[in-house]
């Protein structure tokens, strides 16, 4: 009896989560997995990517079993499942411009296509390249994802990553109404989860992947924003001045404490109750597993349980794109929800003002890269 062939992945993007669900589909040994490194491709070429994880260990030298530097040097072959792993930028590039070259008449007639799985942060951030499958006569085949995954890229072959993670996986549909699988959807979400559980990593499958990725964005959208508003993590909210040998450098100081209690939390559960009444409008919501008041209160108290401690390094990873003037997911995160607020009619004052803001820091990252390109260019 033999077993079946490895089914070929190919991941877009090699950054903390390209790196971390690379090495989960690699361990699984059902794979062989392809990746498209962009700006890091020598590096890892050479050096092979650094992990440092507590879930899995201390691995220098990490490689998938192919790396390639664009997709069009990728699109070789037919691929089982095509994973996005890039930030979802959608002001510098949308996804179907991200994965053209398996988009074209050539490759669809030569090769079947596959599924998509869209690990990004943000909302609607599946829409476009829905758009275009179907544009080209497909029945679009996408995975939605909500990641919860502390991983950090320190450098362009370092990634830092705590010990826990997992991933939340649904079938995405125009109609977020459909809250239920059909069969067919069950098989398709099963095949993917199943790599990734046998990898090491956790996979769970939910009917409405929609309701899910609303209920993450709420984090990012509120406390990821105010940390890159004012260039400190999430420490500088919650933890109190050292002690017993702790040598941290951001906290709280005793005379700020009373300051941020009665302005800058209630500012930031204020957006979140926001945001509530948001998904209470457009049926993002549910009672007891949806966006509530009382998962606000939850999303906060265990915010800063973690960031109480001394340990608490990580960055969120708008901070790191502005600190490294990297363009931020402004638009998938924040602007997207604006956007929804206007269509359905609720008014979100708190977190306009906070798209406001950001818009100018995301102008001026961008504006200075592309000084940076023509300088390079001339």
Known sequence: MTSDPPQEILIVGLGAVGTIYGYILKNSTR??????????????????????????????????????????????????????????????????????????????????????????????????????????????????????????????????????????????????????????????????????????????????????????????????????LTGYPLPSLFRAPPKDGDTYEVYVSESTRDLILEYTLPTIKAMMEEYVTLGHAMDLSEPGTGVTSDFVDYMIKETAAIHVKADSTHLPSMLLDAENGRPMELEVIIGEVVRMAKGAGVAVPRIEMMYAMLVVVQNQIVRKQELETRAKQS
């Open 31 to 228: 794979v062989r997995v392809t990746i498209v490194a962009r700006s890091n491709h020598a590096i890892v070429q050479a050096n092979g990517v650094h992990i440092k994880s507590g879930k899995y260990g201390d691995m220098p030298g990490w490689k998938p079993h192919r790396l390639c530097k664009t997709v069009a040097e990728a699109a070789d072959r037919a691929y089982a499942y095509v994973i996005v792993t890039t930030k979802a930028i959608p002001d510098i590039m949308r996804t179907p411009q991200l994965l053209a070259a398996i988009l074209t008449p050539e490759y669809i007639e030569k090769y079947e296509q596959p599924v998509y799985v869209i690990m990004q942060n943000g909302l609607n951030v599946e829409m476009d390249l829905f758009a275009a499958l179907k544009a080209l006569g497909k029945v679009p085949k996408i995975l939605g994802s909500a990641l919860y995954i502390n991983a950090n890229q320190l450098q362009g072959n370092v990634v830092e990553h705590s010990d826990f993670g997992w991933i939340s996986l649904g079938i995405y549909r125009e109609d977020h109404s459909v809250i239920e699988n059909s069969p067919e959807d069950e098989i398709l979400l099963k095949g993917f989860a199943d790599i990734v559980n046998a990898g090491g990593g956790i996979a769970k499958t939910w009917p409405s992947i929609q309701r899910i990725r609303f209920t993450k964005n709420l984090w990012n959208l509120t406390f990821s924003s105010f940390c890159t």
